[in-house]
């Protein structure tokens, strides 16, 4: 079955950032440390950037999961903060769900650890209600790539759209004429090659 292509909206857009906690993170063998790191303020970068409604929620701090990564924390002061006492599933905590239906927003832009389980449940049941999930593939990580390959058919086949922080920044701004230098200054600062391109661009244009 086809799905169809859904844009994805600023205006009709949220983003939900699920169990990034320190405990967690240190399972995350499908991308290098660094890597993922800042893949996952790369796309706390965008949410800031469109002033996109963002929700954070972590499982169980008190046990080994560990809280909430604390740069997530610092960049998303006021924020809803959804500390589940126990659910595996986010979906399963009534206050998360109610978050995310206050923002009047249908286009769920996800990320999380671990993919299979934490991103995975959450985006199955929200497709069931009828919202468009967006997994963001390189903010979510888990315990390698056959798990990680499986965890993304699951949700693909499902009707889930997978995409990477770079597309999700580049779908809603859409033109460049919507404030290049913004995006372009968000895309050098995460990613290298595109520093490089930007400081020749601007030797070119000083000249």
């Given at each position: 079955?086809?799905?169809?292509?859904?844009?994805?909206?600023?205006n009709?857009?949220?983003?939900?950032?699920?169990?990034h906690?320190?405990?967690?993170?240190?399972?995350?063998?499908?991308?290098?440390?660094?890597?993922?790191?800042?893949?996952?303020?790369?796309?706390?970068?965008?949410?800031?950037?469109?002033?996109?409604?963002?929700?954070?929620?972590?499982?169980?701090?008190?046990?080994?999961?560990?809280?909430?990564?604390?740069?997530?924390?610092e960049?998303?002061?006021?924020?809803?903060?959804?500390?589940?006492p126990?659910?595996?599933?986010?979906?399963d905590?009534?206050?998360?769900?109610?978050?995310?239906?206050?923002?009047?927003?249908?286009q769920?832009?996800?990320?999380?650890?671990?993919?299979?389980?934490?991103?995975?449940?959450?985006?199955?049941?929200?497709?069931?209600?009828g919202?468009?999930?967006?997994?963001?593939?390189?903010?979510?990580?888990?315990?390698?790539?056959?798990?990680?390959?499986?965890?993304?058919?699951?949700?693909?086949?499902?009707?889930?759209?997978?995409?990477?922080?770079?597309?999700?920044?580049?779908?809603?701004?859409?033109?460049?004429?919507?404030?290049?230098?913004?995006?372009?200054?968000?895309?050098?600062?995460?990613i290298?090659?595109?520093?490089?391109?930007?400081?020749?661009?601007?030797?070119?244009?000083?000249?």
């Amino acid at each position: 079955m086809t799905i169809p292509y859904k844009r994805l909206n600023i205006n009709d857009a949220v983003v939900l950032l699920v169990d990034h906690q320190t405990g967690l993170i240190s399972l995350v063998q499908d991308f290098s440390p660094n890597e993922f790191k800042n893949n996952v303020l790369a796309l706390a970068d965008c949410a800031k950037f469109f002033k996109l409604p963002t929700i954070l929620t972590t499982s169980f701090e008190s046990g080994p999961n560990g809280p909430l990564v604390p740069e997530l924390k610092e960049m998303f002061p006021d924020a809803p903060y959804i500390a589940r006492p126990g659910q595996i599933n986010a979906w399963d905590n009534e206050d998360f769900v109610k978050a995310i239906k206050a923002t009047g927003r249908k286009q769920l832009i996800i990320a999380g650890v671990v993919t299979d389980v934490c991103v995975a449940f959450p985006t199955l049941c929200a497709l069931e209600e009828g919202f468009d999930v967006f997994v963001v593939t390189d903010a979510s990580g888990t315990f390698n790539e056959v798990v990680q390959q499986a965890a993304w058919a699951r949700m693909s086949a499902a009707g889930a759209q997978l995409v990477n922080w770079f597309s999700v920044a580049c779908e809603l701004q859409r033109d460049w004429r919507n404030d290049m230098e913004g995006l372009a200054h968000l895309l050098s600062q995460r990613i290298p090659n595109y520093r490089n391109l930007m400081n020749s661009y601007s030797a070119f244009i000083a000249k």
